[in-house]
């Protein structure tokens, strides 16, 4: 496997594609009134996983030092 592959952007961007599909599948299927709840949840975790990219890069520049 490539290393692009274990890496953190290349998660990122597979997350960020999940729940776009998971947030089109919701209007397409429910309309939307439920697809404000899964917004919502798809905030906050998008939040959690900002902080948790910031602390990664934060890190991974300490090690360097």
Do not use: D, N, P, Q
């Amino acid at each position: 496997m490539s290393s692009w592959r274990k890496s953190w952007t290349a998660y990122s961007i597979g997350l960020f594609i999940a729940w776009t599909i998971v947030l089109v599948l919701t209007w397409w299927l429910r309309g939307s009134t439920h697809l404000s709840t899964v917004a919502l949840v798809c905030a906050g975790f998008f939040l959690g996983w900002l902080s948790s990219t910031i602390k990664v890069y934060l890190l991974k520049s300490e090690e360097a030092v």
